[in-house]
């Protein structure tokens, strides 16, 4: 079974970090780019960063660029988000999703169950 | 810039069946994009991705129930025979970019 688990999740103060974690297993980890995924207490989803399998190419959403760091270890079959520099507005449920690249377009399949991040003083 | 524009809710009643519209801005019209459903207080689960020429590949364990289609820039997901837990947010993607999301509430 193809399964992802987020872990790492926590309340912090603003300016602090966090690392979350994603341990995925069920699936050949080292041949997808892997997702992060965002959302906020009643609102909808926000991609957040996506690294590609052999981490070689990153990408970030404007809101987290500079602070947030995405990567993986693909022995340990796990995906990380270094976040720092945290704000109040970064306070949500974090996703990780496994990527589908193929036929000129990209889906979020699976999903892992999310960990709760609160950055408050 | 990729923008998937979404109706904040819709309702039907059960048993019967219900069509949720994803638009996708101009020049994007081309497309293909996912459904996911998140059910109250879970995590999104992957329905199904939506091509251009209306063609559809469900995820794994997707019931029948669930299709999709296509007209220009519109992309459509199609729940038939209505449950009670189909009761959820359903949310369009297409690489990094999210539509607002639809509330379905079964009547």
């Known amino acids: 079974e193809v399964q992802l688990v987020e872990s790492g999740g926590g309340w912090v103060q603003p300016g602090e970090s966090l690392r979350l974690s994603c341990a995925a297993s069920?699936?050949?980890?080292?041949?997808?780019?892997m997702t992060w995924v965002r959302q906020a207490p009643g609102k909808g989803l926000e991609w957040v960063a996506a690294?590609?399998?052999?981490?070689?190419?990153?990408n970030y959403a404007d809101s987290v660029k500079g602070r947030f760091t995405v990567s993986r270890d693909n022995a340990r079959n796990s995906l990380y988000l270094q976040m720092n520099s945290l704000r109040a507005e970064d306070t949500a449920v974090y996703y990780c999703?496994?990527?589908?690249?193929?036929?000129?377009?990209?889906?979020?399949?699976?999903w892992g169950q999310g960990t709760l991040v609160i950055v408050s003083s | 810039q990729l923008v998937l524009t979404q109706s904040p809710s819709a309702s039907a009643s059960l048993g019967v069946s219900v069509k949720l519209t994803c638009t996708l801005s101009s020049g994007h019209s081309s497309y293909a994009i996912a459904w996911h459903q998140q059910q109250p207080e879970k995590g999104p689960r992957y329905l199904m991705r939506?091509?251009?020429?209306?063609?559809?590949n469900k995820g794994d364990g997707i019931p029948d129930r669930f299709s999709g289609s296509s007209s220009g820039a519109e992309r459509y997901l199609i729940i038939s025979s209505l449950q009670s837990d189909d009761e959820a947010d359903y949310y369009c993607q297409s690489w990094g970019s999210f539509g607002g999301g639809t509330k379905l509430t079964v009547l």
């Open positions: 939506v091509y251009s020429d209306g063609t559809f």
């Open positions: 999703a496994r990527e589908s690249r193929s036929g000129g377009t990209c889906d979020f399949d699976p």
């Open positions: 069920g699936f050949t980890f080292s041949s997808y780019w």
């Open positions: 690294i590609r399998q052999d981490g070689s190419e990153k």
